[in-house]
């Protein structure tokens, strides 16, 4: 479940309302069904290599739970054998592996803040992240986007040396002219 959380960067809901045919092995993606979003808008995500495998083998597992299709993750305790796991049992999880990892911040929402602003370090232009996450506006997007200050430094100095060096040969270029 992180590993899908992370790579499709689902929101709680949408990750517990996951069904088994809304995965699509063959191409690596997942259906994000438009009544289990918060814009109520359909979207078809990818997710990586070793998240496919994750999941692969979670359906072997998923099977001795239960081979009908429906629900995608199944909650196995004795109370619930076999029901869709819920969205309180998935938050009660993350907060504990969050304690015990030192981490209490961390909620089920960290994986999406940093699938997106992993997306953005990897160069993605800001509508292509909107679109991944089913934001209807990138100033929505903007507030998943954690960028450091040495990040952005970084990012400037990259731009700013093009200005220059364009800058640079438009002076040698007009005092050729010139001359």
Known sequence: MLALAYDAALRREELCSLRTDDIDPARRTIRVRAETTK??????????????????????HRSTLSRARGPLFLS???????????????????????LEAGEPRFSTHTLRHLCLTDLARAGWELHAIATFAGHRSPDTTLQYIHLSGRELAAKL?????QIHDWRIALLAATAAGSA
Request: proline letters at 8%; glycine letters at 8%; aromatic letters at 10%.
């Open 39 to 60: 814009g109520r808008r359909e979207r078809v995500v990818p997710y990586s290599a070793p998240g496919g495998e994750l999941l692969r083998a979670y359906l072997a």
């Open 76 to 98: 196995e305790s004795p109370r619930n054998w076999a029901e869709p796991l819920t969205l309180w049992t998935w938050s009660k999880v993350i907060r504990r592996i969050a």
């Open 157 to 161: 100095a990259s731009g700013m040396a």
